[in-house]
Protein backbone atom coordinates (compact mmCIF):
# COMPACT_ATOMS: atom_id res chain seq x y z
CA UNK A 1 0.00 0.00 0.00
CA UNK A 2 0.98 3.23 -0.72
CA UNK A 3 -0.02 7.48 -0.45
CA UNK A 4 -0.80 7.00 -4.35
CA UNK A 5 -2.78 3.85 -3.22
CA UNK A 6 -5.66 6.08 -1.23
CA UNK A 7 -5.70 8.69 -3.71
CA UNK A 8 -6.39 5.56 -6.97
CA UNK A 9 -9.28 4.62 -4.43
CA UNK A 10 -11.00 7.70 -4.89
CA UNK A 11 -10.44 7.72 -8.67
CA UNK A 12 -12.68 4.40 -8.90
CA UNK A 13 -15.19 5.87 -11.63
CA UNK A 14 -16.74 4.55 -15.36
CA UNK A 15 -18.39 6.88 -17.15
CA UNK A 16 -19.65 4.15 -19.23
CA UNK A 17 -21.92 3.19 -16.46
CA UNK A 18 -23.70 6.68 -16.23
CA UNK A 19 -26.21 8.91 -18.12
CA UNK A 20 -25.46 12.01 -17.71
CA UNK A 21 -28.04 14.06 -15.41
CA UNK A 22 -29.17 17.39 -16.44
CA UNK A 23 -31.12 20.18 -16.58
CA UNK A 24 -31.55 22.01 -19.58
CA UNK A 25 -28.18 21.89 -21.23
CA UNK A 26 -26.28 22.15 -17.97
CA UNK A 27 -25.15 18.35 -16.63
CA UNK A 28 -25.32 18.79 -13.02
CA UNK A 29 -25.05 14.66 -12.61
CA UNK A 30 -24.62 11.23 -13.50
CA UNK A 31 -27.22 8.42 -12.60
CA UNK A 32 -25.73 4.53 -13.10
CA UNK A 33 -27.10 3.33 -15.91
CA UNK A 34 -28.95 0.33 -13.21
CA UNK A 35 -30.58 3.05 -11.96
CA UNK A 36 -32.13 4.80 -14.76
CA UNK A 37 -35.46 2.19 -15.47
CA UNK A 38 -36.26 3.25 -11.29
CA UNK A 39 -36.88 6.85 -11.99
CA UNK A 40 -39.53 6.65 -15.11
CA UNK A 41 -42.46 6.17 -12.88
CA UNK A 42 -41.70 10.39 -12.08
CA UNK A 43 -42.38 11.81 -15.26
CA UNK A 44 -43.71 15.06 -14.47
CA UNK A 45 -40.26 15.17 -12.34
CA UNK A 46 -37.34 13.76 -14.61
CA UNK A 47 -37.27 13.29 -18.80
CA UNK A 48 -35.30 9.79 -19.00
CA UNK A 49 -34.33 8.72 -22.41
CA UNK A 50 -31.62 6.68 -23.35
CA UNK A 51 -29.19 9.52 -23.18
CA UNK A 52 -29.48 11.66 -20.29
CA UNK A 53 -32.14 11.79 -17.55
CA UNK A 54 -33.31 15.70 -17.19
CA UNK A 55 -35.02 17.46 -14.97
CA UNK A 56 -38.80 18.24 -16.65
CA UNK A 57 -38.51 21.64 -18.22
CA UNK A 58 -42.16 21.97 -16.68
CA UNK A 59 -40.53 22.42 -12.94
CA UNK A 60 -39.49 26.26 -14.11
CA UNK A 61 -38.08 27.48 -10.08
CA UNK A 62 -36.14 26.25 -7.59
CA UNK A 63 -38.95 26.32 -4.84
CA UNK A 64 -40.53 23.58 -7.57
CA UNK A 65 -37.76 21.42 -8.39
CA UNK A 66 -37.05 20.99 -4.70
CA UNK A 67 -40.45 20.23 -4.17
CA UNK A 68 -41.17 17.64 -6.69
CA UNK A 69 -38.00 15.95 -6.21
CA UNK A 70 -38.84 15.90 -2.43
CA UNK A 71 -42.17 13.82 -3.36
CA UNK A 72 -39.74 11.36 -6.02
CA UNK A 73 -37.04 10.91 -3.35
CA UNK A 74 -39.46 10.05 -0.71
CA UNK A 75 -41.41 7.68 -2.95
CA UNK A 76 -37.92 5.90 -3.46
CA UNK A 77 -37.19 5.68 -0.19
CA UNK A 78 -40.87 3.87 0.60
CA UNK A 79 -39.76 1.43 -2.39
CA UNK A 80 -36.14 0.45 -0.50
CA UNK A 81 -34.09 2.37 -2.90
CA UNK A 82 -32.74 5.45 -0.74
CA UNK A 83 -31.49 4.36 2.37
CA UNK A 84 -29.67 6.89 5.44
CA UNK A 85 -32.20 9.16 4.94
CA UNK A 86 -30.85 11.85 7.11
CA UNK A 87 -33.65 14.97 6.79
CA UNK A 88 -30.76 16.99 5.21
CA UNK A 89 -31.28 18.75 2.30
CA UNK A 90 -28.09 19.51 0.15
CA UNK A 91 -27.82 22.33 -2.52
CA UNK A 92 -27.46 20.77 -6.31
CA UNK A 93 -25.80 22.41 -9.01
CA UNK A 94 -22.39 23.14 -10.82
CA UNK A 95 -19.96 24.83 -8.33
CA UNK A 96 -20.47 25.92 -4.71
CA UNK A 97 -20.08 29.31 -5.50
CA UNK A 98 -22.97 29.45 -8.10
CA UNK A 99 -26.28 29.47 -7.27
CA UNK A 100 -27.94 25.54 -6.55
CA UNK A 101 -31.20 25.02 -9.35
CA UNK A 102 -32.83 23.27 -5.99
CA UNK A 103 -32.31 21.22 -3.27
CA UNK A 104 -32.26 17.39 -2.67
CA UNK A 105 -32.03 14.84 0.52
CA UNK A 106 -28.69 13.88 1.14
CA UNK A 107 -28.94 10.24 1.20
CA UNK A 108 -29.83 10.68 -2.45
CA UNK A 109 -27.17 12.50 -3.62
CA UNK A 110 -24.89 9.77 -4.25
CA UNK A 111 -27.71 8.28 -6.67
CA UNK A 112 -27.64 10.90 -8.73
CA UNK A 113 -24.19 11.76 -9.17
CA UNK A 114 -24.33 15.30 -7.92
CA UNK A 115 -21.55 17.50 -6.70
CA UNK A 116 -21.91 16.82 -2.33
CA UNK A 117 -20.01 19.22 -0.17
CA UNK A 118 -18.36 19.25 3.08
CA UNK A 119 -16.19 20.51 5.87
CA UNK A 120 -12.85 18.50 7.57
CA UNK A 121 -11.30 20.03 10.25
CA UNK A 122 -7.47 18.70 11.12
CA UNK A 123 -7.04 19.35 14.75
CA UNK A 124 -3.59 19.55 15.94
CA UNK A 125 -1.23 20.05 18.43
CA UNK A 126 2.33 21.68 17.87
CA UNK A 127 4.58 20.76 21.47
CA UNK A 128 8.25 19.94 22.02
CA UNK A 129 7.47 16.80 21.12
CA UNK A 130 6.19 17.59 17.68
CA UNK A 131 3.03 17.76 15.89
CA UNK A 132 0.26 15.80 16.83
CA UNK A 133 -3.03 15.07 15.16
CA UNK A 134 -6.57 14.17 16.67
CA UNK A 135 -7.66 11.65 15.11
CA UNK A 136 -11.06 10.44 15.55
CA UNK A 137 -12.59 6.84 15.32
CA UNK A 138 -16.37 6.83 13.88
CA UNK A 139 -19.15 5.18 15.69
CA UNK A 140 -20.08 1.56 14.46
CA UNK A 141 -23.39 2.56 14.08
CA UNK A 142 -22.73 5.27 11.38
CA UNK A 143 -24.44 4.52 7.67
CA UNK A 144 -20.44 5.49 6.07
CA UNK A 145 -17.44 3.60 6.98
CA UNK A 146 -18.25 2.57 10.39
CA UNK A 147 -15.47 2.43 13.10
CA UNK A 148 -13.03 3.72 10.37
CA UNK A 149 -10.63 6.73 11.36
CA UNK A 150 -11.44 10.01 10.78
CA UNK A 151 -10.72 14.13 11.38
CA UNK A 152 -11.43 15.18 14.93
CA UNK A 153 -14.31 17.00 13.01
CA UNK A 154 -15.67 16.65 9.70
CA UNK A 155 -19.40 16.64 8.47
CA UNK A 156 -21.65 17.68 5.30
CA UNK A 157 -22.50 20.76 4.23
CA UNK A 158 -26.47 21.70 4.15
CA UNK A 159 -27.81 23.73 1.96
CA UNK A 160 -28.34 27.52 3.14
CA UNK A 161 -25.83 27.53 5.45
CA UNK A 162 -22.40 29.13 5.27
CA UNK A 163 -19.18 26.98 5.26
CA UNK A 164 -17.87 29.11 8.63
CA UNK A 165 -21.08 28.51 10.28
CA UNK A 166 -21.32 24.89 9.14
CA UNK A 167 -17.73 24.30 11.09
CA UNK A 168 -19.26 25.84 14.11
CA UNK A 169 -21.86 23.55 13.95
CA UNK A 170 -19.52 20.56 13.52
CA UNK A 171 -16.93 20.99 16.26
CA UNK A 172 -19.67 21.69 18.69
CA UNK A 173 -21.67 18.56 17.84
CA UNK A 174 -18.89 15.91 16.89
CA UNK A 175 -16.29 17.40 19.36
CA UNK A 176 -17.36 20.02 22.07
CA UNK A 177 -14.90 22.15 20.84
CA UNK A 178 -15.79 26.46 22.27
CA UNK A 179 -16.66 28.49 19.83
CA UNK A 180 -14.09 30.37 20.74
CA UNK A 181 -11.50 27.65 19.63
CA UNK A 182 -13.39 26.59 16.62
CA UNK A 183 -13.97 30.01 15.40
CA UNK A 184 -10.12 30.30 14.44
CA UNK A 185 -10.08 27.14 12.40
CA UNK A 186 -8.19 28.36 9.40
CA UNK A 187 -9.62 27.96 5.22
CA UNK A 188 -6.44 25.80 3.94
CA UNK A 189 -8.03 24.60 0.59
CA UNK A 190 -10.04 21.76 -1.43
CA UNK A 191 -10.14 18.23 -1.88
CA UNK A 192 -12.05 16.90 -4.53
CA UNK A 193 -12.68 13.38 -6.12
CA UNK A 194 -15.25 10.70 -8.21
CA UNK A 195 -15.13 7.34 -7.15
CA UNK A 196 -18.13 4.67 -6.99
CA UNK A 197 -18.73 3.83 -3.61
CA UNK A 198 -21.49 1.52 -2.31
CA UNK A 199 -23.84 4.32 -1.30
CA UNK A 200 -23.21 5.49 -5.38
CA UNK A 201 -21.38 7.94 -6.97
CA UNK A 202 -19.24 10.28 -4.87
CA UNK A 203 -18.66 13.70 -6.69
CA UNK A 204 -17.31 15.69 -3.70
CA UNK A 205 -15.78 18.83 -2.89
CA UNK A 206 -14.05 19.02 0.79
CA UNK A 207 -13.56 21.89 1.95
CA UNK A 208 -10.15 21.85 4.65
CA UNK A 209 -9.62 23.87 8.12
CA UNK A 210 -6.53 23.48 9.99
CA UNK A 211 -7.47 24.06 13.83
CA UNK A 212 -4.45 24.47 16.43
CA UNK A 213 -5.81 23.42 19.69
CA UNK A 214 -4.29 24.22 23.29
CA UNK A 215 -2.25 20.78 24.33
CA UNK A 216 -4.86 20.49 27.63
CA UNK A 217 -8.02 20.39 25.32
CA UNK A 218 -9.70 16.97 24.80
CA UNK A 219 -12.54 16.58 22.52
CA UNK A 220 -16.04 15.14 23.68
CA UNK A 221 -18.19 13.75 21.38
CA UNK A 222 -22.14 15.28 21.83
CA UNK A 223 -24.54 13.99 18.87
CA UNK A 224 -23.03 10.30 18.91
CA UNK A 225 -21.42 9.93 15.42
CA UNK A 226 -17.69 9.50 17.40
CA UNK A 227 -16.67 6.39 19.10
CA UNK A 228 -13.45 7.83 21.02
CA UNK A 229 -10.87 10.72 19.97
CA UNK A 230 -6.74 10.20 20.31
CA UNK A 231 -4.04 12.67 19.83
CA UNK A 232 -1.64 10.72 17.17
CA UNK A 233 1.92 11.75 16.36
CA UNK A 234 2.07 12.78 12.87
CA UNK A 235 4.27 10.30 12.03
CA UNK A 236 1.83 7.67 13.02
CA UNK A 237 -0.95 9.36 11.25
CA UNK A 238 1.13 9.16 7.62
CA UNK A 239 2.12 5.03 8.69
CA UNK A 240 -1.05 4.07 9.64
CA UNK A 241 -2.51 5.89 5.92
CA UNK A 242 0.27 4.40 4.02
CA UNK A 243 -0.05 0.88 5.03
CA UNK A 244 -3.25 -0.06 5.89
CA UNK A 245 -7.06 1.62 5.00
CA UNK A 246 -7.93 2.17 8.29
CA UNK A 247 -8.55 5.50 7.53
CA UNK A 248 -12.27 6.77 5.79
CA UNK A 249 -11.56 6.93 2.60
CA UNK A 250 -12.10 10.84 2.04
CA UNK A 251 -10.12 11.15 5.23
CA UNK A 252 -7.65 9.77 4.01
CA UNK A 253 -6.72 12.38 1.49
CA UNK A 254 -7.54 15.10 3.82
CA UNK A 255 -5.19 14.03 6.02
CA UNK A 256 -2.47 13.22 2.64
CA UNK A 257 -3.29 16.50 2.04
CA UNK A 258 -2.07 17.65 5.55
CA UNK A 259 1.07 15.89 5.16
CA UNK A 260 2.26 17.65 1.79
CA UNK A 261 1.05 21.04 2.59
CA UNK A 262 3.44 20.64 5.93
CA UNK A 263 6.38 19.30 3.98
CA UNK A 264 6.20 15.41 5.24
CA UNK A 265 5.16 14.10 2.38
CA UNK A 266 8.11 16.03 0.09
CA UNK A 267 8.51 16.34 -3.35
CA UNK A 268 11.34 13.98 -3.78
CA UNK A 269 8.70 11.36 -2.58
CA UNK A 270 7.73 8.53 -5.01
CA UNK A 271 4.30 9.28 -6.81
CA UNK A 272 4.62 13.13 -5.23
CA UNK A 273 2.45 14.58 -8.50
CA UNK A 274 0.24 11.80 -9.10
CA UNK A 275 -0.56 12.58 -4.83
CA UNK A 276 -0.51 16.18 -5.18
CA UNK A 277 -2.38 16.02 -8.47
CA UNK A 278 -4.98 13.62 -7.41
CA UNK A 279 -6.01 15.33 -4.73
CA UNK A 280 -7.73 17.80 -6.47
CA UNK A 281 -9.01 15.77 -9.47
CA UNK A 282 -6.16 16.37 -11.78
CA UNK A 283 -5.80 12.99 -12.34
CA UNK A 284 -8.15 10.44 -15.00
CA UNK A 285 -7.45 7.21 -14.11
CA UNK A 286 -11.32 6.14 -15.17
CA UNK A 287 -10.86 2.90 -13.46
CA UNK A 288 -13.36 0.07 -13.49
CA UNK A 289 -15.15 -0.48 -9.86
CA UNK A 290 -13.69 -3.99 -8.79
Known sequence: MSFVDRIRECQVFDPARYLPFTIGATVIGRVARRFVEQLRPYPDVLTVSGETVSVNEALGT???????????????????????WRDEAYPVGVAYSEPAFFEMERAAVPLFGVRGYGVHI???????????????????TKQTAP?????????????????AD???????????????????????????????????????VLF???????????????????????????ERVAQVIEETDSFKFNAALVNIDFLVRRGLIDADHRGYSEIVDGLHGGVSVDRAAP
Not at 123 to 138: I, K, T
Open 62 to 84: YDARTTAFDVVLRDLRNRGLVSG
Open 122 to 140: NGYVENADGLHLWVARRSL
Open 147 to 163: GKLDQIVAGGQPARMTL
Open 166 to 204: NVLKECAEEANIPEIFAAKARPVGTVTYTTERPEGLRHD
Open 208 to 234: NFDLVLPESFRPENTDGEVESFELWPI
